[in-house]
Antibody, heavy 122, light 108 residues
Framework: EVQLLESGGGLVQPGGSLRLSCAAS????????MTWVRQAPGKGLEWVST????????YYAGSVKGRFTISRDNSENTLYLQMNSLRAEDTAVYYC???????????????WGQGTLVTVSS | EIVLTQSPGTLSLSPGERATLSCRAS???????LAWYQQKPGQAPRLLIF???SRATGIPDRFSGSGSGTDFIFTISRLEPEDFAVYYC?????????FGGGTKVEIK
């Protein structure tokens, strides 16, 4: 059974940094592209970033490019999202998600974690 | 980027009725790479449909998808109590991947 467990969320001041983690199990982690999707309170879903299975290709939404960095440790089956220069509009639940079939680019997502809440506020 | 517009915003129906949701893209979705997700309050989204019309693993056949190009339809043939939720479409044919704003299916 695929399991994805996010951690690292919390309250941070504007301009601050936070690193999210997603521990994966139940599938061959290095064979799946992995993605972060976020959802602001009461709002819809927003794709944030994707990393290829090998980690050599990364993709970012325009709203986070230059501030967020996605990475992965395939030896530890863990996905990361380093978030810098955080803004109030980054406040959201952040989900990690496994791509259904793609290895190298964002596709559709057949397994999701339960999410971790990031609140950016002074 | 491709903008996905879902309609209606809210659909009020009774159990046993048929639900029809629309997702319109601002430009053609490459290879009909269009997915549908269900999200219940406090839960993560769940993949229902990919490739516009293929059901994901374990998804009941009362859920179906159709369409191509810029116009896509998601149908629940007979609503079960557990189907009342928010539904999102997503395109993954062009970068960046984008989601629609969602349709809430509520109990009438």
């Amino acid at each position: 059974e695929v399991q994805l467990l996010e951690s690292g969320g919390g309250l941070v001041q504007p301009g601050g940094s936070l690193r999210l983690s997603c521990a994966a199990s139940g599938f061959t982690f290095s064979s799946s592209a992995m993605t972060w999707v976020r959802q602001a309170p009461g709002k819809g879903l927003e794709w944030v970033s994707t990393i290829s299975g090998s980690g050599d290709k990364t993709y970012y939404a325009g709203s986070v490019k230059g501030r967020f960095t996605i990475s992965r440790d395939n030896s530890e089956n863990t996905l990361y999202l380093q978030m810098n220069s955080l803004r109030a509009e980054d406040t959201a639940v952040y989900y990690c998600a496994k791509d259904r079939v793609r290895i190298a680019a964002p596709g559709n997502f057949d397994s999701w974690g339960q999410g971790t809440l990031v609140t950016v506020s002074s | 980027e491709i903008v996905l517009t879902q309609s209606p915003g809210t659909l009020s129906l009774s159990p046993g009725e048929r639900a029809t949701l629309s997702c319109r893209a601002s430009q053609s979705v490459s290879n009909n790479y269009l997915a549908w997700y269900q999200q219940k309050p406090g839960q993560a989204p769940r993949l229902l449909i990919f490739g516009a019309s293929s059901r994901a693993t374990g998804i009941p056949d009362r859920f179906s998808g159709s369409g191509s190009g810029t116009d896509f339809i998601f149908t629940i043939s007979r609503l079960e109590p557990e189907d009342f939720a928010v539904y999102y479409c997503q395109q993954y044919g062009s970068s960046p991947v984008t989601f629609g704003g969602g349709t809430k299916v509520e109990i009438k």
